[in-house]
């Protein structure tokens, strides 16, 4: 497995339990990347268009982003809008991990760009299995586009 | 023909003055010349006579002399009777000259001068006659040598001179013969240039004028399309003309000296010959230039209408002329007309709606109106209603220009309701439709009106119920989209703190294995399990609702391959377990792809579910058909189930089974029975505990049950 500590996992989640659980998921599968949390959309928007992240010695754009689609201020769909209208994020892999299975919000998600939609499990053994999965599947196999597109 | 008539009788006057002139004129000629020969004639047997009486008393004369000579030398016995002789000799002879006119061309003392000597000579005959003395014998001889001598002389010329005049008027006689033969002659040339020639060439004309008339009458008498028939006063029969043949079915010479009581029918025939004399007796001219409609029969006996005019001749014997025209063809058109008539007039009075005609014065008013108008305007009376001023009647003030010479009727939208006011003052709302029609210079609008009241009620009410519907219509949006954000926030927020609950009782059971027993591994276990069922439930309901959200497309599916799919997803799931299926090929349905999917799936699940404790399991699926319908099946030899309950296995979270023996949501048919009835389907079960269960559904082709969408 090739390290993949220099970049970061942003997750988009505002309930911390969940934060909590996924943190865990990524732990128990040995995903060592630094996780960014954003608590809402729109701090999530800030953390990728802020000057900082993309400068010199900071964070630099997430290798992946996980993103809830029930947010508060800004919801998630509009968040994977405007990456995918950014030409800077535009190529950002972002998978969707919510808790909705409802069929409009899986085509719109996969119509604004998603590169996946997981719904979360009930089931924290099959959450950690679908988190293994994700990770072993875009922080491992997965040839992530230029970190400046 | 009345001008030819006048001229012929102009010219019978002209010819019978001309005539009348002419005979006068002869017989004034005639007259003259009679009174004239008669006078001439007259003269000349005068002269005659007077010739004989002058030869006559010459020869008395010269007897004279003889019985003087005779008495000179008679006996005496003789004597007497001789003188006598004489005397009456001398009264003779005087009374002959008185009667002797006068000559014309002597004098009148020439005459007087004779007479005298005549005078003498009688007187001196006289005396011999009387003197019977001594001087007797010389008076005789006297008397003799007078008479011997010149008296004799000049009684002979006298007799010449009446032969010259005799001669004279027979000369004269002759040449006025002449004369007038001459008169007579240029008298007849006059009139035979003058009035014979012309009256003969108007003879002529007229004698034309009438053959032109004769060909003329027997033209129009053979050509006439109507029948002519013409009767003397007895009735008889004396012309038939064709279009008479034809009418009747007659021949004309059969029908010449027939009566023509033939032609009628009964009664008319019989009573015929009664109208015909009292109409000869008392004048009375009932029929005669009047046109009638009588029954005419037919040589079969058939009897028709006709239509019958009597004309009548006043000729020398009186003659009546009828002409026939048949009415039967006329008579059923009218009868048609008339029964079509009917049939619109009792259109216009029994239908249920008004009719009328309302002519364009000032103010306007109805002309005509049907029952319907009474009804619709409360008029007692037609009467009442036709009086009526219309501008009054309408409500509104921009009607007032309606049934107004101006107004345009196509200017009335169709439908356009118009609120009016019925002669008690009620108001209420009309449909008007009306033409303008434009009859004998005036302006007459003829249409019909409806009471739109009930109608304009029905629809406000229409029109309220629409806008009660619209905002329910906008309410069960509302509430759709409530139960939307509601079924979302349930798919997101409640499974969130069950994810909670699972992933830190699993985080326990990790973390904390150390210090938790058996007994708190057993509890925690059962929290993950509760909280996973939660999940479960939660999914199924969500779906539940999405099956009755979602939109419905049909295309052709084909429930063989979905039913080898699910099938084969069964069985890669539990490979260890020996089921027998078999699906029928060709189970095509019109339907929702996702749906039918979702049918299958659940009973499919539910088959394999329920046969999981059965060796020899068999689960089919097929079709067949019952009542027309095909109904598809999906049939097991598992657990089965008691049909008393059968109603309640398609209730949400129904369960006929202890979670124990069979674990499952209850949501499942009821998910099935929804997505069959959306489809305008049905779904039945049947079964037995132990021996099975047999669930079919029909999926109808037409879309012609969606009412469970919403």
Redesign the interface.
């Given at each position: 497995m090739r390290p993949a500590t220099e970049r970061c996992i942003l997750l988009v989640e505002d309930n911390p339990d969940d934060e909590m659980l996924t943190r865990r998921a990524f732990a128990k599968n040995n995903i060592t990347n630094p996780v960014v949390i954003a608590h809402d959309g729109a701090e999530a928007l800030e953390y990728l268009f802020d000057e900082k992240t993309n400068a010199e010695g900071g964070q630099g754009l997430p290798i992946l982003t996980l993103l809830d689609l029930k947010l508060p201020k800004v919801d998630g769909l509009t968040v994977l809008r405007q990456l995918r209208a950014d030409p800077r994020t535009r190529l950002l892999p972002v998978v969707i991990l919510t808790s909705s299975a409802e069929q409009q919000d899986l085509v719109e998600g996969y119509g604004l760009g998603a590169n996946s939609y997981i719904r979360k499990p009930v089931d924290f053994i099959q959450f950690m299995e679908a988190v293994r999965q994700l990770g072993l599947y875009w922080l491992v196999l997965n040839s992530a586009p230029p970190a400046t597109a | 023909m009345e001008s030819t008539e006048v001229s012929s009788e102009r010219t019978l006057r002209h010819m019978t003055r001309a005539h009348g002139g002419a005979i006068v004129i002869l017989g004034v000629l005639a007259l003259a010349i009679h009174v004239t020969l008669a006078h001439r004639i007259g003269a000349i047997r005068a002269d005659a006579r007077f010739i004989n009486r002058a030869g006559l008393e010459r020869m008395q004369l010269q007897r004279s002399a003889l019985l003087a000579a005779r008495l000179a030398h008679a006996a005496p016995a003789e004597r007497s009777a001789l003188r006598a002789l004489l005397r009456r000799q001398a009264h003779i002879m005087w009374h002959l000259w008185r009667s002797l006119p006068a000559v014309r061309e002597a004098r009148t003392h020439a005459r007087e001068h004779l007479t005298s000597r005549v005078r003498a000579f009688v007187t001196a005959l006289r005396a011999a006659a009387q003197d019977t003395g001594r001087t007797a014998a010389p008076r005789l001889k006297g008397v003799v040598d007078a008479a011997h001598g010149s008296l004799a002389i000049a009684l002979n010329r006298r007799v010449l001179a009446y032969q010259r005049e005799a001669d004279r008027d027979n000369t004269d006689l002759a040449l006025f013969s002449r004369d007038q033969f001459f008169l007579m002659l240029s008298a007849l040339t006059a009139l035979t240039l003058f009035i014979f020639m012309p009256l003969s060439r108007l003879t002529r004309t007229e004698i034309r004028k009438m053959n032109d008339l004769v060909a003329y009458t027997r033209t129009l008498f053979e050509a006439a399309p109507d029948g002519i028939v013409v009767i003397d006063e007895r009735g008889i029969i004396e012309a038939f003309n064709p279009a008479a043949e034809v009418l009747f079915g007659r021949a004309a010479e059969d029908m010449r000296g027939q009566s023509v009581a033939v032609l009628m029918p009964e009664p008319d025939r019989s009573r015929h010959a009664d109208h015909l004399r009292r109409h000869l007796e008392t004048g009375e001219r009932r029929i005669i230039g009047q046109l009638r409609e009588v029954m005419a029969a037919r040589s079969d006996g058939t009897s028709f209408p006709v239509e019958l005019s009597v004309g009548v001749i006043d000729g020398r014997r009186r003659r009546f002329v009828g002409l026939l025209r048949d009415l039967t063809a006329r008579k059923a058109a009218e009868r048609a007309l008339e029964l079509v008539r009917q049939r619109y007039q009792d259109l216009v009075t029994n239908i249920n709606a008004g009719i009328f005609r309302a002519e364009a014065a000032n103010p306007p008013r109805f002309a005509e109106v049907n029952p319907a108008m009474l009804a619709l305007f409360e008029a007692p009376t037609r009467e009442a209603l036709l009086a009526q001023p219309l501008d009054a009647l309408f409500v509104r003030d921009e009607d007032r220009a309606i049934f107004s010479e101006q107004w345009d009727p196509t200017s009335l939208g169709p439908g356009r309701e118009i609120l009016l006011r019925t002669l008690r003052g009620r108001e209420f709302w009309a449909v008007i439709s009306a033409v303008r029609q434009g009859e004998a210079g005036r302006i007459y609008f003829d249409g019909f009106m409806e009471d739109a009241t009930e109608r304009r009620e029905a629809a406000e009410a229409l029109a309220a119920l629409n806008r009660d519907l619209r905002q329910r219509v906008i309410d069960l949006d509302v509430a759709n989209k409530e139960l939307e954000a509601f079924?979302?926030?349930v798919?997101?927020?409640l499974?969130?703190?069950?994810?909670?609950i699972?992933?830190?009782?699993?985080?326990l059971l990790e973390d904390y294995a150390d210090r938790v027993d058996a007994a708190g591994r057993d509890y925690l276990a059962r929290v993950?399990a509760a909280?996973?069922k939660?999940?479960h439930l939660i999914?199924d309901i969500?779906q539940l609702s999405?099956v009755s959200r979602?939109r419905l497309v049909r295309t052709p599916v084909d429930l063989s391959a979905i039913a080898r799919d699910t099938a084969e997803s069964l069985k890669a799931d539990d490979p260890d377990r020996q089921v027998e299926w078999r699906i029928e090929e060709g189970l095509g349905v019109m339907a929702d792809a996702v749906l039918m999917r979702q049918v299958m799936s659940n009973l499919l699940a539910n088959a394999w579910k329920f046969t999981s404790k059965r060796p020899g399991a068999l689960i089919e699926v097929g079709q067949r058909l019952t009542g027309g319908a095909r109904e598809i099946f999906v049939r097991d030899n598992g657990a089965g189930f008691d049909m008393a309950y059968a109603d309640r296995l398609f209730g949400v979270f129904q369960r006929l089974h202890a979670s124990h023996d069979f674990d499952g949501t209850g949501i499942g048919l009821a998910i099935v029975q929804r997505i069959v009835r959306r489809h305008g389907g049905d779904v039945h079960a049947d079964g037995a505990v132990g021996e099975g269960a047999r669930f079919s559904f029909t999926i109808p082709d037409e879309e012609d049950s969606d009412a469970s969408r919403h």
């Open positions: - | 079924s979302y926030s798919s997101h927020d499974r969130a703190p069950l994810r909670s699972d992933g830190f009782s699993q985080a993950r909280s996973q939660m999940a999914d969500l999405r979602a």
